[in-house]
């Protein structure tokens, strides 16, 4: 992958350090942070292991793997000290691309993407990271009702559908105040104009709003551990789902959570449980994390 998709250092850096401040002062209790003393270093090494390995990826492929998957290993660190970042999350992805892991590649990207919607570098990622998992793990998307309709507007991004829908609330109102100025000119088609404005901004806002329930109401997630067995109920008592285990890099939408399993739909329409230590839920931060850039 060219350096060029991998933000800067400063970038993560300033976010890490900031965010871990804040959360110290906004929290009653302290965040666990008894691995990382020093969030700052650990961001500047995961970005030295990052880049060193560019350098030599083309002549020396062993070492420079050791290396993506050391930067790896740094920035999950930071990952998991309780903040979300999407800066963190993107950088993570790139990493574990480097070294070889499409599964927690897509894990960690997935939450970048809902940090930083409609980012085309995120997009990137996330599609060559797919792109590398075995065609039998399945292909990312499902069989719900709110997925199935956000495919038809979905090769749009949020952010641009956005912009579309206030500048068209925008174009509908100027149209009123210009109609009222002018007193409804009878010779100006008032009525087509305002209600094919008023139909693609209602359309416009509620592919935005759709996407934010849908992500909200079943969050996206990849199993990120090989041979997974998948099972009927929420124990180890329960029956096989299939039978064949499913593979590291499967996508799935989270249909609900309970202690150490999630109910999921898979990209084919089928449900199953899983173990949540098989998993990764974008999003699963917890509720007093903070999320920034």
Not at 71 to 93: C, H, T, W
Not at 271 to 286: E, K
């Given at each position: 992958?060219?350096?060029?998709?991998?933000?800067?250092?400063?970038?993560?850096?300033?976010?890490?350090?900031?965010?871990?401040?804040?959360?110290?002062?906004?929290?009653?209790?302290?965040?666990?942070?008894?691995?990382?003393?020093?969030?700052?270093?650990?961001?500047?090494?995961?970005?030295?292991?990052?880049?060193?390995?560019?350098?030599?990826?083309?002549?020396?492929?062993?070492?420079?793997?050791?290396?993506?998957?050391?930067?790896?290993?740094?920035?999950?660190?930071?990952?998991?000290?309780?903040?979300?970042?999407?800066?963190?999350?993107?950088?993570?992805?790139?990493?574990?691309?480097?070294?070889?892991?499409?599964?927690?590649?897509?894990?960690?990207?997935?939450?970048?993407?809902?940090?930083?919607?409609?980012?085309?570098?995120?997009?990137?990622?996330?599609?060559?990271?797919?792109?590398?998992?075995?065609?039998?793990?399945?292909?990312?998307?499902?069989?719900?009702?709110?997925?199935?309709?956000?495919?038809?507007?979905?090769?749009?991004?949020?952010?641009?559908?956005?912009?579309?829908?206030?500048?068209?609330?925008?174009?509908?109102?100027?149209?009123?105040?210009?109609?009222?100025?002018?007193?409804?000119?009878?010779?100006?088609?008032?009525?087509?104009?305002?209600?094919?404005?008023?139909?693609t901004s209602v359309a416009a806002t509620a592919t935005v709003v759709a996407d934010v329930v849908r992500t909200q109401l079943h969050p996206p997630g990849v199993?990120?551990?090989?041979?997974?067995?998948?099972?009927?109920?929420?124990?180890?008592?329960?029956?096989?789902?299939?039978?064949?285990?499913?593979?590291?890099?499967?996508?799935?939408?989270?249909?609900?959570?309970?202690?150490?399993?999630?109910?999921?739909?898979?990209?084919?329409?089928?449900?199953?449980?899983?173990?949540?230590?098989?998993?990764?839920?974008?999003?699963?931060?917890?509720?007093?994390?903070?999320?920034?850039?």
């Open positions: 992958m060219r350096r060029s998709c991998h933000r800067p250092a400063w970038l993560t850096i300033v976010a890490c350090t900031l965010c871990t401040c804040m959360t110290a002062m906004a929290s009653p209790t302290p965040a666990d942070t008894s691995t990382i003393s020093d969030p700052l270093g650990v961001a500047i090494e995961a970005q030295r292991n990052y880049d060193a390995g560019m350098e030599i990826v083309s002549t020396d492929a062993e070492r420079a793997h050791a290396l993506f998957a050391k930067s790896a290993e740094l920035y999950q660190r930071l990952s998991d000290v309780p903040i979300a970042n999407g800066e963190l999350s993107y950088n993570l992805g790139n990493a574990w691309i480097q070294a070889g892991n499409a599964a927690k590649a897509i894990a960690a990207l997935l939450d970048a993407q809902l940090l930083l919607p409609g980012d085309e570098r995120v997009e990137a990622s996330l599609a060559h990271a797919r792109s590398l998992v075995n065609a039998g793990a399945g292909a990312s998307g499902s069989d719900l009702p709110l997925d199935r309709a956000a495919a038809w507007w979905s090769w749009l991004a949020p952010s641009a559908r956005g912009l579309i829908a206030a500048g068209m609330w925008g174009v509908l109102w100027i149209l009123v105040a210009f109609g009222v100025w002018s007193r409804w000119n009878a010779r100006l088609p008032w009525r087509t104009v305002a209600v094919s404005l008023a139909f199993i990120t551990s090989d041979s997974t067995v998948a099972r009927k109920g929420n124990g180890e008592g329960f029956a096989p789902a299939f039978s064949d285990p499913l593979k590291a890099g499967a996508e799935f939408s989270l249909i609900e959570a309970r202690p150490q399993w999630v109910h999921v739909r898979l990209s084919d329409g089928q449900s199953a449980w899983l173990r949540s230590s098989d998993t990764h839920v974008a999003g699963s931060w917890t509720s007093d994390r903070m999320a920034i850039r």
